[in-house]
Nanobody, 129 residues
Framework: QVQLVESGGGSVQAGGTLRLSCTAS????????MAWFRQAPGKEREGVAGISDGVSTYYRDSVKGRFTISQANAKNSLYLQMNSLKPEDTAMYYC???????????????????????WGQGTQVTVSS
């Protein structure tokens, strides 16, 4: 049984930093395709950052230069380093993993919710102005 467990959320002031973690069990991260999504109240879930083969990374425009997605295979964990946080980053953040990933196409599909088979329960990030 696959489980993804997020941690690291919290409340910070604008300009602050947080590091989210997602630890997987029953699923080997390795060179798979994974991503972070977020959902603010009343809004649709959106892709924040994706990673494939452990090295190729993709970001939504609004977080480029501020967020960094990475993984640690030895810990079977995915991370999202979030710097220079803004109030508009406030949301529930979710870790997601694909069962089958065609990495050549991931650059254009990484934020497509329906491609992800496994989801964590989410961790809340709140940024105050």
């Amino acid at each position: 049984q696959v489980q993804l467990v997020e941690s690291g959320g919290g409340s910070v002031q604008a300009g602050g930093t947080l590091r989210l973690s997602c630890t997987a069990s029953g699923y080997i991260i390795g060179r798979r395709c994974m991503a972070w999504f977020r959902q603010a109240p009343g809004k649709e879930r959106e892709g924040v950052a994706g990673i494939s083969d452990g090295v190729s990374t993709y970001y939504r425009d609004s977080v480029k230069g501020r967020f960094t997605i990475s993984q640690a295979n030895a810990k079977n964990s995915l991370y999202l380093q979030m710097n220079s946080l803004k109030p508009e980053d406030t949301a529930m953040y979710y870790c997601a993993a694909e069962e089958n990933c065609w990495t050549p196409g991931f650059s254009s599909t990484w934020s497509r919710l329906q491609d992800y088979h496994y989801w964590g329960q989410g961790t809340q990030v709140t940024v105050s102005s």
